[in-house]
């Protein structure tokens, strides 16, 4: 559902170009009585400058006055016909510093234990390049001596549940008893 735009100076809007009370203005507007007073006294909001509701549609003058003629009518926010814009991925998460030497540890599980694993898909559960998961396979990454294969869920790199997710989207199964193993013989 939209939210309402500017709620305080539609309120200031409302308060000025209609004789809603003070009880259906907070409604709609989502703000409590006693502000939408206070705005109407003149104590709060000044130099706010009133927004108009039914200019950028979200109400209809008819429905205004429906309501100031039964003050116990409720203002309803006007359907709109637009469409609704697509939401953004959040983008890559956030790996504290601290683990990102983790990270080829968890790449190197991956590629052993989950060969059907597409780089794309690596990449997305970690948070690294390709061209890092290609020097894990061919073992010409620069600390390699001291890369040892660990789970990325334990090393809190992904959620088990987004691994499990990719493992079955490339065709393979999650191998339970090989996560069990790995639980068992962190400290």
Not at 56 to 71: F, K, M, Y
Not at 102 to 107: H, L
Not at 152 to 161: E, N, Y
């Amino acid at each position: 559902m939209t939210q309402l735009l500017m709620p305080k100076a539609t309120a200031v809007w409302l308060i000025d170009n209609t004789a809603l009370s003070f009880d259906q203005i907070a409604d709609f507007c989502s703000l409590h009585p006693l502000e939408v007073q206070s705005i109407a006294d003149g104590e709060t909001g000044i130099g706010i400058q009133g927004y108009d509701p039914v200019q950028n549609g979200q109400l209809t003058r008819a429905v205004i006055e429906a309501c100031e003629s039964d003050p116990s009518g409720r203002l309803k926010l006007a359907e709109s016909d637009l469409p609704t814009p697509n939401r953004r991925t959040k983008g890559p998460r956030y790996v504290p510093v601290a683990r990102r030497g983790d990270k080829p540890d968890g790449i190197a599980w991956l590629v052993k234990h989950h060969p059907e694993l597409k780089d794309a898909q690596i990449v997305k559960l970690i948070g690294t390049t390709k061209e890092t998961i290609t020097k894990i396979r061919e073992r010409t990454h620069w600390n390699i001596s001291n890369i040892s294969a660990k789970h990325p869920a334990m090393l809190g790199l992904c959620k088990q549940t987004d691994l499990d997710a990719a493992i079955e989207k490339a065709g393979g199964t999650p191998h339970v008893e090989e996560q069990v193993q790995d639980i068992s013989e962190l400290p």
